[in-house]
């Protein structure tokens, strides 16, 4: 099997138990080739720990879910040296951290210093316990949630520097009447989800796949494309804080990857304004008066509109 058609087998088993997430396993795949990860936004109940748990199942990766409350400190993340009595040794026991896909749930919840430590190790890809470092699971992933209309009593936002972090951000939204109608059709008269999502890729196959998506070709038509939109979130009258570098590499790799998920082998323009909201919304900061009447994705939105599309762009440009 191609590893293209792979990607559509991957949909394909997170659709036996999560309806009409297609787009959203195809960013996560993308994010994935790129050692990128997710920041989710949802309400509770719209199966992000199912989305998440049947990725890891069918990447064949070690799942792990980690509930975020204010007490929770950076060593339940990252693990401990304890005592052992009967062996008179201390002995090393690794956090929930050390998986493949971790599921952070409700971010928002820990305070400042736990959500430091963990965006460390997504930065590193390593985790220090107590002077020992350890290096993670590779493919490695963290999916961070949190809840768009919780109270902001007892949360702890993530501040700029942190959000800029995540390869990109995904709204999972409430499922479509279609959709949500399919699911009761499915469900009707059983007790619990009984199909089982199966293993689609393995190590060597995600190996082979981040090596062919970084030959995709940008023609410079598109990287200048690209950096005007970047650029313009920097001088837009709606924004405070635009895009940084980090974000411009961000985006040009989720291009890379749409167009290497689509079957090709260089960047079109289309490639660039479907992935834009994505990897740019949760990376721009409003100023007050822009914030009172458009959202992040809306801004981003227009200043891609706005900006002169290539005529001819491809692989040559």
Known sequence: MQLSEKINRLKQEIGKVIIGKDAEVELMAISLLFNGHILLESVPGTGKTMLAKSFATAIGGKFSRIQFTPDVLPSDITGIQFFNPKIQEFELRPGPI????????????????T???????????????????????????????QNPVESQQGTFPLPAAQMDRFFMKLKVDYPSYEDER??????????????????????????????????????EDIEAF??????????????????SPRGTLALMR?????????GRSFVIPDDVKFVAPFVLGHRIHLSIEGSLTKTPEEVIAEIVDLIDVPVEAGANG
């Open 98 to 113: 050390l998986a493949n896909i971790v599921l952070a749930d409700e971010i928002n919840r820990a305070t400042p210093r």
């Open 115 to 145: 959500q430091s430590s963990l965006l460390e190790v997504m930065e590193e890809r390593q985790v220090t316990i107590d002077g020992i470092t350890l290096p993670l699971q590779m493919p490695f992933m963290v999916i961070a949630t």
């Open 182 to 219: 399919k699911m009761l059709q499915i469900q009707r008269g059983k007790r619990s989800y009984d199909k089982e999502v199966t293993q689609v890729f393995s190590t060597e196959d995600f190996e082979q796949l981040k090596t062919a998506v970084f030959d995709t070709q940008i023609s």
């Open 226 to 243: 690209l950096l005007s939109i970047v650029r313009e979130t920097r001088n837009h009258h709606d924004i405070e804080l635009g895009i």
């Open 254 to 262: 989720a291009s890379q990857g749409k167009a290497f998920l689509s």
